[in-house]
Every structure is written in C-alpha cells, then in structure tokens.
DNA sequence: GCGATATGAGTGC
DNA sequence: GCACTCATATCGC
C-alpha cells in the first residue's frame, strides 16, 4: 500500500476543512487502509466510499449491492464501527423508514447531510 | 403507528 | 460451535 503518503498528507485535512464547510470534495483519492478488516467489512466501507455526494442509500440497497441481500442489519453493524469516519461517508447511509443511526450523533449526522444538501 | 419476529455478520466464551 | 449483540426490515394488528 503506497497510499501511505497520500493517506497522512495535509491533503486530507484540508479536504475535511473543505467538506465541512460545505464544498463538494471528493474523498475517493484517499484510501483507507482496510487490510485487517474482513471481506465483508471491506465490500461495505468500499460500497460507502462510492455514494455520491448529496445522495443517500438505504442500509439494505447497500447489502443488496455487495451480494448480501437480507443483510442490511450486518451493513449497520459494520458501519457502527466505522474505522475512519468523513473519508466514509457513513451519514450518507440511512435506514428505509427512519434516518438510522450514527456514532458520532445522530444530531451530527442531520448537520452532515443537511451540509450536503 | 407500534410491537414482535426474521435475519446476516461479528465477537466472546 | 454456540449464544449473544446490533446504526435493519417487514408483517400483523
């Protein structure tokens, strides 16, 4: 993994700055180091990691996209875990009726998604 | 709307 | 292996 620069560049931070104030930023050219996750784990984060910005999946729209149809309770149980939270969008996933949840808050989680709309 | 139940993967024992 | 846990989904009422 040769992204070890890129991953502990200023370039991340100033992303975040960005993100956090509000500007479209694209955080797929930073990349997670995920090598002590299992399979599963990775194919969510992965799966996450694509959601556009201002868009939101339902946590079983994305079991569904990994080849784990049924699984969105799995989904929710990896994303609580979250290794590297923003460069993960994980308030972008949502349950089907309600909002879901978020480790951070979910009064954190409303302001991120309110940011990006 | 609300409660019970089904369900997938991870963790600890 | 087994018995839990959980940021869900869905059905019955």
Redesign the pocket.
């Known amino acids: 993994m040769s992204n070890y620069e890129l991953w502990n560049s200023d370039e991340l931070y100033k992303d975040i700055s960005r993100y956090l104030m509000g500007e479209n930023v694209d955080f797929l050219k930073h990349e997670p180091n995920l090598s002590n996750?299992?399979?599963?784990?990775q194919a969510v984060l992965n799966e996450v990691r694509k959601v556009p910005y201002g868009t939101t999946v339902?946590?079983?729209?994305l079991?569904d996209r990994i080849?784990?149809?049924?699984?969105?309770?799995?989904?929710?149980?990896?994303?609580?875990?979250?290794p590297y939270?923003i460069v993960i969008p994980?308030?972008r996933?949502?349950?089907?009726?309600?909002i879901?949840?978020?480790?951070?808050g979910l009064g954190l989680?409303k302001k991120l998604l309110d940011i990006e709309q």
């Open positions: 996750l299992t399979k599963f784990e339902t946590y079983s729209e079991a080849g784990s149809s049924g699984g969105a309770r799995a989904v929710g149980r990896t994303l609580s875990k979250n939270p994980c308030h996933v949502v349950a089907k009726t309600d879901g949840g978020y480790s951070g989680k």
